[in-house]
């Protein structure tokens, strides 16, 4: 495992190494170009931004009905939708979670609806458990999360968590590693910082050793 580490450690210096003498063999038009397309992609994410809070991103709202339910997925391309029902502790703890997601990631519409004002919508999407969350891409339901099964089936489970486990369904923008949860990834990290410092206290010992006669 240390060898691992180790090999993964250079490959990435190696990566950095390379990036940084790419940029060094640029000349003043080549980084105009870059600085002009980075200007131009953030034009084009500042005015999706102002149409997405437009449609009613960044906050968590509920639901009117079963006809808003459709309004919203034909507004925005990405929609995560609770279902809940009043008085359940698990809806309650979803709530909290959902309502921390919906204002760090701006680019998704997250809402809540009361499944017994929508029996046609629960009927269709066949739900049978509360909470239940009906993730919708492009106008089309593309996955579900069906009670807290998927967040380790316990009620502390934390945000980043829920928040792993919709980017794994493409409904949010999501920067992190999608192959393993994101406890998992901090103990694997933890694991190449302290075989990088075994590594390094190595060498040192290595360095300070006596080779006189």
Same mark, same amino acid.
């Given at each position: 495992?240390?060898?691992?580490?180790?090999?993964?450690?250079?490959?990435?210096?190696?990566?950095?190494?390379?990036?940084?003498?790419?940029?060094?063999?640029?000349?003043?038009?080549?980084?105009?170009?870059?600085?002009?397309?980075?200007?131009?992609?953030?034009?084009?994410?500042?005015k999706k931004k102002h149409e997405w809070l437009a449609n %009613?991103? %960044?906050?968590?709202?509920?639901?009117?009905?079963?006809?808003?339910?459709?309004?919203? $997925?034909?507004?925005?391309?990405?929609?995560? $939708?609770?279902?809940?029902?009043? %008085?359940?502790?698990? $809806?309650?703890?979803?709530?909290?979670?959902?309502?921390?997601?919906?204002?760090?990631?701006v680019e998704t519409r997250f809402v809540k609806l009361d499944?017994?004002?929508?029996?046609?919508?629960?009927?269709?999407?066949?739900?049978?458990?509360?909470? !239940?969350?009906?993730?919708?891409?492009?106008?089309? !339901?593309?996955?579900?999360?069906?009670?807290?099964?998927?967040? %380790?089936?316990?009620?502390?489970?934390? !945000?980043?968590?829920?928040?792993?486990?919709?980017?794994?369904?493409?409904?949010?923008?999501?920067?992190?590693?999608?192959?393993?949860?994101?406890?998992?990834?901090?103990?694997?990290?933890?694991?190449?910082?302290?075989?990088?410092?075994?590594?390094?206290?190595?060498?040192?010992?290595?360095?300070?050793?006596?080779?006189?006669?």
């Amino acid at each position: 495992m240390e060898q691992i580490l180790h090999q993964v450690a250079k490959n990435v210096e190696k990566q950095l190494d390379d990036e940084i003498e790419r940029l060094e063999q640029m000349d003043s038009a080549d980084l105009e170009a870059i600085r002009q397309q980075r200007l131009n992609e953030m034009k084009q994410r500042a005015k999706k931004k102002h149409e997405w809070l437009a449609n %009613g991103h %960044g906050e968590y709202s509920e639901l009117d009905g079963e006809k808003e339910f459709f309004t919203a $997925c034909n507004k925005s391309e990405n929609v995560v $939708c609770h279902f809940y029902r009043g %008085g359940a502790e698990r $809806c309650r703890i979803l709530d909290m979670h959902l309502k921390a997601l919906a204002a760090k990631h701006v680019e998704t519409r997250f809402v809540k609806l009361d499944a017994e004002r929508a029996p046609f919508l629960t009927a269709r999407l066949k739900i049978r458990v509360i909470p !239940t969350l009906a993730l919708v891409r492009e106008n089309k !339901t593309k996955d579900f999360v069906v009670g807290f099964t998927e967040l %380790g089936n316990r009620d502390d489970f934390t !945000t980043e968590m829920l928040e792993w486990r919709l980017a794994r369904s493409e409904v949010i923008e999501y920067n992190g590693d999608l192959t393993v949860p994101p406890a998992e990834a901090r103990r694997q990290r933890a694991l190449h910082v302290q075989s990088k410092k075994t590594i390094r206290a190595k060498q040192d010992d290595d360095s300070d050793l006596d080779l006189s006669d």
